[in-house]
């Protein structure tokens, strides 16, 4: 992935702008800044779920999977009709192999609806690994995962990366990457000037 001179918006709005950085296969990227900098709608562009004010984004197709706040999984399914579902939209990767690397084998067919919010994350996470994408595109991927789920992520985040993967992270947790840290600050946008005063960004996104 790279990314040239990327401006990006919120509710019309632009946040981000000048945003250049290159992601490389095997390479992480962690991305930094205040609540309400842009993170999120960073991402959202990135994974094309939103378009760019200006600039350029230049990715395979189908190259990216992303990740976000939301688990987005369906409560009426089990974890393993989630997971089979996922597998067949992207037609990719082993549900079992996902179960596993999650520690979801347990949960296979309990419905998703009367799992704890972390077993939720869980799956939501092991989405990840049935997609076949190699760009992991996420978004405070760690929310509700205690220390031993946040170390099983790490390793298959370490997986991934040795495998010629990459990853987009905006997290401020430490998962012990070898990874290069994208301050968002610099880039953020100057506010708009609405009848001579400064215009509040709306920040329902982060």
Do not use: C
Not at 104 to 118: K, P, T, V, Y
């Amino acid at each position: 992935m790279r990314v040239q001179d990327l401006t990006v918006a919120r509710a019309g709005i632009a946040v981000l702008e000048g945003v250049s950085f290159a992601l490389a296969p095997g390479a992480a990227l962690v991305l930094r800044g205040p609540n309400g900098i842009g993170k999120t709608t960073l991402l959202r562009t990135l994974a094309g779920l939103q378009p760019a004010l200006a600039g350029k984004v230049e990715v395979g197709p189908e190259a990216v999977a992303y990740a976000a706040h939301a688990d987005g999984i369906k409560t009426v399914l089990s974890v393993r009709e989630n997971l089979a579902f996922w597998a067949s939209a992207y037609g990719g990767g082993d549900v079992d192999s996902a179960l596993a690397a999650m520690n979801l084998q347990a949960l296979a067919d309990r419905r998703a609806a009367n799992l704890s919010a972390g077993q939720k994350r869980r799956l939501g996470l092991a989405r990840l690994l049935v997609t076949g994408r190699p760009i992991w595109v996420m978004d405070e991927p760690t929310v509700s995962l205690d220390t031993a789920s946040v170390a099983l992520f790490a390793g298959i985040l370490r997986g991934h990366l040795a495998t010629g993967g990459s990853a987009l992270i905006a997290t401020h947790i430490d998962l012990g990457l070898e990874a290069e840290v994208l301050d968002l600050t610099p880039y953020k946008a100057r506010a708009p000037q609405m009848g001579g005063r400064i215009g509040a960004f709306d920040e329902a996104f982060e």
